[in-house]
């Protein structure tokens, strides 16, 4: 039997592969294989062709799994890939920057720059994301890249464009001169219930896994038309609909209580934001089991952007920031004593990249326990994206992949900023 401890450094981008009958033996110091539950010991996770075989109290001796290649991490803390339920892979930008980079950028460029960020994000420990606003197609494609291996990057559920109403959120002409505006795609835009359907047919033609809409107005839009409700009831109703006769989950960017309220009053799977949520929302979440994503790390991108430009921003958006900064978190306190179900978003495209794990520490600032923290970007996560069956915890059958830290995350949440080891789908992507 030979022995192999797994020592290597990766080129950027590369990864090792599997063989067609591949058997790999990880020994684990310490393993939380269900988040949510006590963690185990000493263990060993037996991987066979990219998928969790089973796992053993204590380190198996390799004489007993011909041809087995071991991992060895019996000094490190080993848990399930990490899922960030919110985030924008295409760029990192905002502000002022943002928009001079929406005008002049190709999908090309924007292509590259979204492997790069898939890359930050998966050697942070992220195994799998979902890409809420992409209206250019340049995720999409880089999922079905990852998913048949060419590239290396987390694996991607895509929502395509986010559906707007004309001045909404989401209507990307808001603050440009009229003979450029002319020239900017309105596809995901809909007024009326009729128009709504469309722009949903429109996006599940494009291939995407799930909806996102946003039935307020938003932080970052060009606008002053505040944080409220900018969404008609039929036309929510249309939209969540038909996402749902496709079966297609329907994330919601929603700020506002009437807004929030709004949206799970007609069945939406999860509440992008909620910053504004009431006594009346947190009813409605219990009462249709959606999750809440609260995407706290937004506050870091704006005031890293602001400490180095005061002007990065637009006056009627630097107004919505400063009041973001100052309410964030307010309504994860509420939320989660109350028994709301949440799922890890971060909304990395306003934060940064490859700093996704900052979260956690913004998470348990506000009210949430280490574990209940991490239970939310592992299997609540996985739940909340349908994918539950293969990823979120490490239990045989699932897909293989595992992070490893140095030192205990359950009574040091930030340990997850400085992961060591990452596997994918039985094929190691990092090892420090």
């Known amino acids: 039997m030979k022995l192999v401890l797994i020592l290597l450094a990766l080129v950027a981008g590369t990864a090792v592969a599997q063989t067609s009958d591949s058997l790999l033996l990880v020994h684990a110091g310490r393993l939380l294989d269900r988040p949510g539950q006590p963690p185990r010991g000493a263990s060993t996770v037996i991987v066979r062709n990219g998928r969790i075989e089973a796992i053993r109290d204590g380190f198996a001796a390799p004489d007993g799994y011909p041809g087995a290649t071991v991992v060895d991490l019996r000094g490190r803390y080993v848990l399930p890939g990490l899922i960030d339920c919110h985030v924008h892979l295409e760029s990192d930008r905002a502000g002022q920057e943002g928009l001079v ?3 002049t950028s190709s ?15 998966l050697d942070a420990g992220f195994t799998t994301v979902r890409n809420l606003g992409d209206d250019r197609g340049v995720t999409l494609a880089l999922r079905d890249a990852i998913a048949a291996g060419t590239l290396a990057g987390p694996r991607i559920v895509d929502a395509g464009a986010g559906i707007s109403t ?3 959120h989401g209507d990307r002409t808001l603050s440009l001169a009229p003979d450029i505006a002319e020239h900017v795609s309105e596809a995901n835009l809909c007024d009326g219930p009729e128009s709504c359907r469309r722009a949903v047919r429109e996006q599940i033609r494009r291939g995407v896994d799930a909806i996102k809409i946003m039935t307020t107005g938003g932080v970052n839009s060009r606008i002053g038309a505040g944080v409220g409700k900018q ?21 919601v960017h929603a700020h506002g209580a009437d807004g929030i309220n709004l949206a799970l009053q007609h ?3 999860s509440i992008e934001h909620g910053t504004l949520l009431d006594e009346a929302s947190v009813k409605l979440f219990l009462k249709s089991g959606a999750y809440y994503v ?20 637009p006056p009627e958006v630097r107004a919505k920031i400063d009041w973001r900064i100052q309410i964030t978190g307010k309504a994860l306190e509420i939320a989660y004593p109350r028994g709301v179900k949440i799922a890890f978003g971060t909304d990395a495209g306003v934060s940064k990249h490859g700093r996704n794990a900052d979260e956690f520490e913004l998470m348990v600032k506000h009210g949430m326990p280490a574990a209940a923290a991490i239970k939310a970007a592992t299997l609540n996560a996985a739940d909340l994206l349908g994918i539950a069956k293969d ?11 595992l992070i490893a830290v140095d030192g205990d995350p359950l009574s040091d949440v930030t340990v997850l900023k400085r992961v060591a080891f990452v596997m994918k789908d039985g094929v190691l992507q990092k090892r420090q």
Request: glycine share 8%; proline share 4%; net charge negative.
């Open 166 to 168: 004309t001045a909404g």
């Open 267 to 269: 069945g939406a799977d």
């Open 101 to 103: 980079e929406q005008l």
């Open 107 to 121: 999908d090309a460029h924007l292509a590259y720059q979204a492997l790069a960020n898939a890359r930050k994000t």
């Open 391 to 401: 990823v979120g915890s490490i239990e045989p059958g699932k897909r293989a992949d």
């Open 231 to 251: 969404m008609f009831d039929d036309e929510a109703q249309a939209l969540i609909e038909t996402a749902h006769l496709y079966g297609k989950k329907v994330a």
């Open 294 to 313: 609260p995407t706290l790390s937004t506050v870091n991108g704006y005031l890293e952007r602001i400490a180095k430009d005061p002007n990065a921003y």
